[in-house]
């Protein structure tokens, strides 16, 4: 039996599901788990690609290869479609996606029995930015994703209104809700009103701002410095200094940049810094964790790190233990105010942008519905609740709004 499968390709985690007798039934992966990390592990030893929790703990074990994550910020971009050589094969970031989205779509029908043709996939309300020459090349390249993948069709339904769905306002009755969906490249920003069973979307507005920007942010503030960040290197034609370059520090704190530092064309580069730095033993920590490709271990620890400050844990850290022997970053609840405060700034500016589209005013929100795990940071929730102090709250299904409303959406006409 042909059905349609509801899908959420997230930057850092999917999801899938569908309707089974009225209700919505999502796809379980390792362990169980109805979710699925959006990662990639290359292994040269077994020439196998891993996936999701297995690709993590590959990484995590040190074992040979290339790790990938955060792929979804590349489609629209002309890195999708360009080959690369991998495991002895050149392909394209679109073979990749479609791998993945593959290995959804086969673990959703040994699972149930059905053949999924069909795919009502969420997208952002933005890929790149309002306006920006990519976002329909970022469509287009999903859907390129899909039909590679095996689907013959793919319908795509903003990830707002998938959330909206799955929250009940079809059947709430009326009133004007928000979301906010933080995911990790994007934030998104809806309003719509529910009445008489329908969801009538109002205004959607995105910023390219997301789970992986805070991780970068943090990373960079805290964590670079310990690999030769703002240190000093002595000039070959003279008595002055300057400071290191940034570029190499962004990339080794952004998860999509990271595997295209391993090249010895970069590993060179930081010797050749090595020789000239004031602070020496830091720069041959940067050539280690390049030479031994740690760049994700580094920024698993951050993100661990930002989630336990958040929770207001005063002894809180980034453990670097898996770099150096008793490496550390310190990392109080206060400090990751400091970082993450100018994307409250952004994320406030997202919702008064978005009542205005909708000439509505703040006031007139009934309630707002949190989607996405970085929704569940301080900085995204007070800086949500300043504008609408008025509303409901809902942070109970972070993690899986938008891939219940998908499910509910695959009884709609394909």
Not at 115 to 122: D, N
Not at 378 to 384: E, F, I, K, L, T
Request: proline share 4%; glycine share 10%; aromatic share 8%.
């Amino acid at each position: 039996m042909t059905r349609a499968l509801g899908i959420d390709f997230g930057t850092s985690n999917s999801a899938a599901g569908f309707m089974q007798d009225g209700h919505p039934r999502l796809i379980t992966f390792d362990g169980g788990n109805t979710t699925l990390p959006t990662t990639f592990f290359f292994d040269f030893e077994t020439r196998k690609t891993l996936l999701g929790e297995p690709a993590n703990q590959a990484l995590l074990e040190g074992l040979e290869g290339r790790f990938m994550r955060a792929l979804k910020r590349v489609l629209g971009t002309g890195l999708m479609h360009e080959k690369r050589q991998i495991l002895n094969t050149r392909v394209t970031f679109v073979d990749i996606i479609a791998r993945f989205l593959r290995h959804i779509k086969t673990q959703a029908e040994i699972q149930t029995g059905l053949t999924f043709e069909h795919a009502v996939s969420g997208r952002p309300v933005v890929f790149h930015g309002t306006g920006d020459a990519r976002e329909q090349q970022a469509e287009d390249d999903l859907r390129d994703c899909y039909l590679a993948a095996g689907f013959t069709d793919v319908t795509f339904l903003a990830e707002p209104e998938a959330a909206a769905i799955a929250d009940g306002a079809l059947v709430d009755g009326k009133g004007i809700g928000l979301i906010v969906d933080i995911g990790g490249g994007t934030s998104d920003f809806s309003l719509f009103r529910t009445h008489d069973g329908t969801v009538d979307i109002l205004a959607n507005h995105g910023v390219r701002i997301g789970g992986t920007d805070f991780d970068r942010a943090l990373s960079f503030a805290e964590v670079m410095p310990y690999f030769g960040k703002g240190s000093l290197l002595r000039d070959h034609f003279g008595p002055g200094r300057f400071p290191t370059p940034n570029a190499i520090f962004n990339d080794l704190a952004t998860w999509e940049k990271i595997p295209f530092l391993y090249t010895a064309q970069t590993q060179r580069k930081v010797a050749e810094m090595s020789k000239q730095a004031e602070e020496p033993a830091k720069l041959s920590r940067l050539a280690d964790v390049l030479r031994d490709e740690l760049a994700h271990d580094i920024a698993f620890a951050t993100e661990t790190g930002k989630i336990a400050a958040n929770r207001n844990a005063d002894a809180s850290a980034i453990d670097l233990s898996q770099i150096e022997r008793n490496l550390t970053v310190p990392l109080p609840p206060s400090k990751l105010t400091e970082i993450l405060s100018p994307y409250g700034a952004d994320m406030r500016k997202g919702v008064n942008d978005t009542l205005d589209m909708a000439g509505l005013q703040a006031d007139q929100i009934d309630r707002v519905i949190y989607v996405g795990g970085s929704s569940l940071l301080n900085v995204v929730s007070d800086a949500v609740k300043s504008v609408t102090p008025n509303a409901d709250h809902s942070l109970s299904e972070v993690f899986t709004a938008v891939t219940d409303g998908l499910a509910r959406a695959t009884n709609r006409p394909i």
